[in-house]
């Protein structure tokens, strides 16, 4: 993906920052950077809180090499924390029933693509959805694809 093509404010989700991570997948390790290199750089990038816990739970758990505790404070606090523009409320688990039920993604999706809309991004990167679909003026794209 050409991340000169992204116009507007963008959402990450929790693949795209484990990508960043993984050297077992070099063409998408380096995509992935880019992708978070230019959200931080561009302040355009977002993410929600549900990212960040399910990152650092990764991070910690599933790497080849776990993120110490150390390691882990570190990235929260230069990445993940710059990033994070999206806290939950009632309203976005209501907001992701509904777009759970119109679009038939899983609760924990729908709850992605609700932080993306109501974070006011153009645009999801996302390997696991519907790369091309449009929802709520909020375009999927699959960074990888």
């Excluded at 960043?20 to 993410?47: H, N, W, Y």
């Excluded at 929600?48 to 404070?73: C, D």
């Amino acid at each position: 993906m050409n991340v000169e093509a992204l116009h507007g404010k963008f959402f990450l989700d929790t693949n795209i920052l484990v990508y960043s991570f993984d050297p077992s997948e070099p063409a998408k390790q380096q995509i992935a950077r880019e992708l978070v290199k230019t959200a931080l750089s561009s302040q355009m990038g977002a993410i929600s809180s549900q990212v960040v816990q399910e990152f650092l739970n990764v991070a910690q758990r599933k790497f080849a090499k776990p993120m110490s505790v150390t390691e882990a404070r570190r990235y929260l606090n230069t990445v993940l924390f710059p990033l994070c523009q999206h806290f939950p409320s009632i309203d976005l688990y209501d907001k992701a029933l509904m777009l759970r039920e119109e679009t038939g993604y899983s609760f924990y999706d729908a709850l992605i693509l609700a932080a993306a809309i109501e974070s006011g991004c153009q645009t999801l990167l996302s390997e696991d959805l519907q790369d091309g679909r449009t929802i709520h003026n909020v375009t999927i794209l699959n960074p990888f694809s």
